[in-house]
């Protein structure tokens, strides 16, 4: 009889020792290697002259039959240790991000395991590995938005339905082209204009280096066009309902290109309104390529009254568009009150600006997300937010936890500042560390944040960021993070002054000016051996004066 011992982290090294140990204390093994104590957490093992330190092939192969222990005997929570060692903890699909971590987690790639196919082999070593391998891969399923992959998809999940309900994540992604093969041509190729351009066609040869000449490389082409044998959005929902009804995490890839085409959403167009299946499970929604799914606030109501049960709603946005910051900006009056999580995401490139988008100074002020999104924040419990903010968030976020009937519920907040909002009279209204005004305000915005910690007590994560992945000095890049009353980033003789009073206890970690011997060279440009090797802990907001372009301003 094996004894039943609680998992330890190093899971391979137990399954040696029950594999080759028994409950005996007087048997040979149990003299070589050690006892087992029922009641320790790990095995005790005693050294013994002359002794190899671990079990040997051949003795394990003599012993084990003796002993009559197969690896299937073995609790099935041992089994499940090892499969944890070799493709990593298990996350979760229920639990809330914020419970596991200060941030909102990202769904891409957290159920999927990189080795996919080389640990696909261990389903053969038992049936019950067959089942836990099996639980492990088809956790995460990616599936082309097209008819024919979702008819493939139902095939093969139809004639395996136990599967099914191993799926918990399922992202589909719709492709923005497709390629068409040409037949082979033996003519030569007619006399192109260079004047005429040819819209969404890219024409390509394939060229097999092995086998292929210089000469046979005009004989097959593959044109590009865009995708015509997509699967309308209604189409996607469906087929995802029918398969798998356990799954709880969607997400919708829609691509993205230069003038992309919008997805589907109903194959007919009718005069009533239509609604697209309803999807109870679904408790995270991932939007990517937003633009292609979601260009009106209409859609949004549409799409949303799909997941009645949804928490967390992640949307990310390829490129920057006016037409996207008007669409959230209403939608966000009008969000689930299921809601607890939000991940925003409007621009996706990390640089700076020489100066605010046209886009943008055709929408603002009319268009201020801030204050819309500082609304909804205190009913929210972790928001992640990328694009273009300012002061404005923090204070419309108080007035909101005044006002709201129900206590503030937000934890845990992090903001990736694009640009600060600035009046248009405002000429310099670019980003960098070199640019003085965008550092004040950046200042104002971490001030208000901490101004806001009195008004949101549960706010015990707070991340304020800028990010310039092109800078010679990005680790000078400010920033301002609070996490368990520890203070690091951004700080002036207000802020100082502040936290005492907003959130008694907290303290930043260091105090130092931060950017030390940074400079310019005569030439304007960051002097790169002057700027520090590791990202300071306390950075004051005057020691940007001595890099700025013009700190008069």
């Not at 493939?152 to 599967?163: A, G, K, V």
């Not at 600006?353 to 929210?380: F, T, V």
């Not at 007590?457 to 800078?471: A, E, G, K, T, V």
């Not at 940074?518 to 950075?539: F, M, N, V, Y």
């Amino acid at each position: 009889m094996i004894p039943t011992l609680r998992p330890t982290s190093n899971a391979l090294s137990l399954l040696t020792v029950m594999t080759t140990c028994t409950s005996t204390p007087n048997s040979p093994l149990a003299s070589d290697f050690g006892t087992i104590n029922l009641n320790a957490e790990k095995v005790v093992e005693k050294p013994q002259p002359n002794k190899p330190a671990y079990l040997s092939q051949e003795d394990i192969n003599q012993t084990a039959p003796s002993l009559g222990l197969r690896l299937q005997d073995l609790p099935t929570e041992i089994q499940e240790s090892v499969l944890d060692y070799l493709f990593g903890a298990r996350v979760s699909t229920t639990s809330s991000s914020a419970a596991s971590s200060p941030v909102l987690r990202g769904w891409s790639n957290v159920l999927r395991h990189p080795r996919r196919k080389q640990l696909s082999n261990l389903a053969l070593v038992s049936m019950t590995w067959r089942q836990l391998i099996q639980e492990r891969l088809y956790r995460h399923i990616k599936v082309k938005g097209t008819r024919s992959s979702l008819d493939e998809c139902e095939e093969w999940f139809t004639l395996h339905p136990h599967l099914n309900s191993y799926v918990r994540h399922i992202e589909i992604w719709v492709p923005v082209w497709e390629k068409k093969l040409l037949q082979p041509s033996s003519q030569p190729p007619a006399h192109i204009n260079p004047n005429h351009v040819q819209a969404h066609i890219i024409t390509t040869t394939i060229v097999n280096a092995t086998t292929t000449s210089f000469e046979q490389t005009n004989n097959v082409s593959l044109t590009f066009q865009l995708a015509s044998q997509n699967a309308t959005l209604e189409e996607i929902l469906m087929s995802v309902k029918h398969l798998f009804p356990q799954a709880c995490i969607l997400t919708l890839e829609g691509g993205h290109c230069k003038k992309p085409p919008m997805v589907q959403h109903f194959r007919t167009q009718g005069t009533l309104p239509q609604a697209f299946p309803v999807m109870p499970t679904i408790r995270t929604l991932v939007l990517k390529g937003a633009w292609n799914i979601m260009r009106e606030s209409p859609h949004f109501h549409t799409i949303a009254a799909s997941f009645p049960n949804i928490r967390e709603w992640h949307c990310t946005y390829a490129k920057p568009k006016s037409d996207a910051y008007t669409t959230i900006a209403r939608v966000l009056h009008y969000i689930p009150n299921t809601l607890t999580h939000l991940n925003l995401t409007m621009e996706s490139a990390h640089c700076k600006e020489a100066s605010s988008p046209k886009m943008w100074r055709n929408i603002y002020p009319a268009i201020h997300i801030c204050s819309d999104l500082g609304i909804i924040a205190p009913q929210l419990e972790a928001l992640a937010y990328t694009g273009r903010i300012c002061a404005g968030f923090f204070k419309q976020a108080c007035l909101a936890a005044v006002h709201q009937r129900s206590a503030p519920k937000l934890k845990s907040l992090d903001l990736v500042v694009k640009n600060c909002c600035r009046p248009k009279s405002v000429v310099n209204d670019g980003t960098g560390i070199t640019n003085w005004a965008f550092i004040c305000s950046f200042e104002a915005l971490v001030t208000a944040g901490v101004w806001s910690l009195d008004k949101l007590p549960d706010l015990n994560h707070l991340r304020i960021r800028f990010i310039d992945l092109d800078s010679a000095g990005s680790l000078m890049n400010p920033y301002f993070h609070l996490k368990h009353n520890r203070c690091t980033g951004l700080w002036n003789e207000e802020i100082l002054s502040l936290l005492p009073r907003v959130r008694p206890g907290s303290q930043y970690t260091d105090l130092t000016d931060g950017l030390g011997a940074a400079g310019l060279d005569k030439d304007g440009h960051l002097l790169e051996a002057s700027s520090p090797r590791r990202r300071p802990l306390a950075i004051k907001v005057g020691s940007y004066a001595a890099i700025a372009d013009s700190p008069q301003l």
